[in-house]
């Protein structure tokens, strides 16, 4: 194998093993078992463990970060959950790592990693922004969309501790939470009434927005 | 001064430095030059600057704690608007501090530093229980509250970046935001449904929860 070649495997099979079981508990002699390789090896490729980390950590980032892409097509409730789906199989193929990560610690708090952990955070900010048309977001629409992607994270973290409700539920609870986060944020401010309507504008009458409208109807009456 | 008054003379010298910019910046040398002692003292109390600096957090944690506590009387919007408003001033009071912390990284993320932050969301966590009568909370409670949570500290942390919004207006925005989440699961879930009915049923007509009501009614309209 070529140098890169051998650097990508070694990512590959360093990112399996981090994705299963926490970080702190995997040693550079399981990878190097793992991948069929000697320890010195290993580290001919990475000083550390804590840099083969960081490696792996970068491509499960980028791979989160292009789940997001989603195209701008049709009501936006519908492009929502579907990201949340995809969000959803992420955390649930990389569980321990993912909550490991998130829950931070010495093993995974450096620099490196946090800057990883925003840049994925951007993105998907990012990509909020531009399904919403909007280029230049006023501070109440960030607030929104930036808690919204931090209830995602809290609520992806709760999930995977004991898993006691089921995924389907809580990808369109998500949605719904954007929904209800906008709508409380639009019950104070105009501009955010007036994004509010351009939202649901367009959701269909059997989409999940109109579906949640017609149980909180229901619900207060 | 005695050993113990010593110890925590630099305590509240440390957090009082610690709050104002992000510990990473913060050294022995100006900790020892705020309390007046030399560095070696300094030293003869507290063997580095990551164990003063988790004394210093276990403080800043308890005082936050204790923020929490409020009465059980009166209708639940309003309670838990005081709480925020005892949050924020919280948070005012230690900006940098808590942002540096919230966001992670080499010099703050330290088991130990991570046991105080879950012991402050635990305690975050119970009260809020203990104010809405429950016991034991069935999951789909547990993931409102303690997902709320993670969005009063997101909602914090972004306000702290640039301070665009008025704090006052996320205080309520905050209390509107737990009332809406817990309606979105209510809609999809009859013992929260429950639980909704009983949390709002006393209510004032003037309260927050009224009034994000009335205009969510004004807006649907």
Same sequence: chains 1, 2.
Wanted: cysteine-free; glycine content about 8%; charged content about 25%.
């Amino acid at each position: 194998m070529g140098v890169e070649e051998r650097r990508q495997q070694l990512i590959g099979v360093a990112l399996d093993l981090f994705s299963r079981r926490s970080p702190d508990e995997v040693s550079i002699d399981e990878i190097a078992t793992a991948a069929g390789i000697s320890r010195p090896l290993v580290y001919h490729y990475f000083p550390g463990k804590l840099s083969l980390y960081e490696a792996a950590l970068k491509r499960a980032s980028e791979d989160l970060a292009n789940r997001f892409a989603e195209p701008q097509e049709g009501p936006l409730g519908a492009r929502l959950l579907r990201v949340m789906r995809r969000f959803f199989d992420f955390v649930d193929e990389h569980g321990p790592g993912f909550a490991a990560l998130m829950r931070g610690g010495p093993a995974v708090g450096s620099s490196a990693t946090n800057a990883l952990i925003d840049a994925v955070r951007q993105a998907a900010y990012e990509q909020m922004l531009s399904h919403l048309g909007i280029v230049e977001a006023p501070p109440r629409l960030e607030l929104v969309v930036r808690s919204w992607i931090s209830l995602a994270e809290s609520t992806a973290l709760i999930w995977l501790n004991g898993r006691r409700v089921p995924r389907a539920e809580l990808e369109i609870q998500l949605v719904h939470d954007f929904a209800a986060l906008a709508a409380v944020s639009a019950a104070y401010d105009e501009d955010m009434a007036a994004l509010l309507k351009k939202m649901v504008k367009d959701e269909p009458t059997d989409g999940p927005l109109a579906d949640l409208l017609g149980r909180l109807i229901a619900l207060g009456s």
